[in-house]
């Protein structure tokens, strides 16, 4: 069982920055990957980035370039680095972990970029 808590999400202005953190309750080291999805009003939920155990990273297109995915394996913790931010980045971020058996995922954070 792995528990997920997201933290850092909030209100900001068009083409500022955001970091949003995901705390594990186990070890993250084991973990195949780690990732973020996002869910817009209205929209099916959809990747943001994934980074691998050994640390390849993947990003969907429109964040290409202004986000970037971390992990702090000795703090069990998973970023995203969110820059140059865009009204239609607004979404509810959640963090996945992905293991061999499950998928688990946080309850989510809430990013709101105003114009």
């Known amino acids: 069982q792995v528990h997920l808590v997201e933290s850092g999400g909030g209100l900001v202005q068009a083409g500022g920055s955001l970091r949003v953190s995901c705390a594990a309750s186990v070890s993250i080291f084991s973990i195949n990957a780690m990732g973020w999805y996002r869910q817009a009003p209205g929209k099916q939920r959809e990747l943001v980035a994934t980074?691998?155990?050994?640390?390849?990273?993947n990003y969907a297109d429109p964040v290409k370039g202004r986000f970037t995915i971390s992990r702090d394996n000795a703090k069990n913790t998973v970023y995203l680095q969110m820059v140059s931010l865009k009204p239609e980045d607004t979404a509810v971020y959640y963090c996945?972990?992905?293991?061999?058996?499950?998928?688990?995922w946080g309850q989510g954070t809430q990013v709101t970029v105003s114009s």
């Open positions: 980074i691998s155990r050994g640390g390849n990273t």
């Open positions: 996945l972990a992905r293991t061999t058996l499950y998928d688990y």
